[in-house]
């Protein structure tokens, strides 16, 4: 990581782009908030495969993309083979955890006696594979790391970073994000799944898709724009060029894709296509007020950032760090 760090300075020679670098070192998860998850995990695992042995427990999402901060939770993904019916009481009483109200299908909890949450699912794989397609572009560019988790801090900060509450997931935002990246005149990022497409096979073995991203080298970008320029023309991208009613954002091909009658993107507000199964990952935005709201996010922050080139102007960095 150090060595990252000074290949980073080169696109840190703005303003805005030292305050992105402070609010990610400040911000990022560290190596200790990992080491705690891990070993959550792992005793889960233990627990779990006293009934079902056969079973396996992976930690996914931020904390294993490498999107993660400080504050992020720890997503988890329980692969049980085989004709069993998985009992949610069972969990509860075996690992002596407390709930937490949930609103998607997933086991929501936290440790006792801490303020480490878990969300838990059961066989649903495609995020093991794509938390795998993800680490390796959030490695592929050290500018990918920073930008990423500064625009989840500005989305959480305008309230439109909770799929809950009929805005965006940080899984949405982060292939926004990417697909802005991908289809830059220089791109800073190439389509992973199309360079390498046996690193990302949908049919892999599930155990073999932590190992995808050891074979990819990184991407040489000619894009030399600092890490400030990116942002505010990532909010330029959505607050001015991208047409929310024509076109459909896909990571797996790096480009746009026009939206057609489908079931997947009829009525739908925002389309961005889930790159291993092709479903609307943004179908939680259902609500006119809401995606007007997100809308209005990107062009009152992009005309504020282009103003002032200042990070104070989009978000409260006091209150963050
Ligand atoms: P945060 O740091 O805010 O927790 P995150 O990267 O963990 O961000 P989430 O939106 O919490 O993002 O999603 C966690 C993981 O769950 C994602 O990395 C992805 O693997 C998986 N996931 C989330 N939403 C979907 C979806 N609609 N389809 C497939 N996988 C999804
Ligand atoms: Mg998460």
């Given amino acids: 990581e150090p060595q990252n760090l000074t290949s980073l300075r080169v696109f840190v020679k703005d303003k805005l782009s030292g305050q992105m670098v402070d609010l990610f070192e400040a911000c990022q998860q560290q190596t200790s908030d990992l080491d705690r998850k891990e070993a959550c995990r792992a005793r889960l695992q233990v627990d779990i495969q006293k009934q079902f042995p056969e079973s396996r ?5 931020s904390s294993m993309s490498g999107l993660g901060c ?3 939770d720890a997503d988890l993904c329980l692969v ?7 009992s949610r009481h069972y969990v509860i009483l075996t ?3 407390q709930l937490i109200k949930a609103k998607v299908p997933i086991l929501k909890f936290k440790e006792r006696g801490s303020f480490l949450e878990f969300d838990l ?3 649903n794989t495609v995020g093991i594979r794509n938390t795998f397609l993800l680490r390796t572009y959030a490695y592929a ?8 988790l500064v625009v989840k801090k500005w989305a959480r900060h305008h309230q439109i970073n909770d799929a809950s509450k009929g805005t965006l997931s940080s899984y949405t935002l982060v292939l926004m994000i990417l697909h802005y990246l991908q289809t830059l005149e220089q791109p800073v990022l190439p389509s992973f799944q199309q360079t390498h497409p046996e690193c990302f096979d949908p049919l892999m073995d599930i155990d073999e898709v932590p190992d995808g991203p050891k074979h990819v080298r990184p991407f040489t970008s000619t894009n030399q724009s600092s890490l400030g320029e990116l942002l505010l023309g990532f909010l330029r991208y959505y607050a001015t060029r991208f047409s929310w009613d024509k076109q459909v954002i896909s990571v797996r091909q790096a480009t746009v894709l026009p939206k057609t009658n489908s079931k997947e993107w009829r009525n739908k507000f925002i389309c961005v296509e889930e790159p291993f199964e092709g479903n609307n990952v943004a179908r939680a935005v259902h609500e006119k007020i809401k995606f007007d709201a997100i809308k209005k996010c990107f062009s009152e922050s992009y005309r504020m950032l282009n103003d002032r080139k200042d990070l104070v102007s989009i978000l409260a960095l006091r209150a963050i760090i």
């Fill in 70 to 72: 400080r504050s992020s």
């Fill in 121 to 123: 699912n059961v066989n």
């Fill in 141 to 148: 560019d050290v500018r990918v790391r920073p930008l990423i």
């Fill in 95 to 97: 690992i002596k955890i």
């Fill in 80 to 86: 049980v083979t085989g004709n069993v019916t998985f």
């Fill in 57 to 61: 427990l992976y930690l996914t999402g």
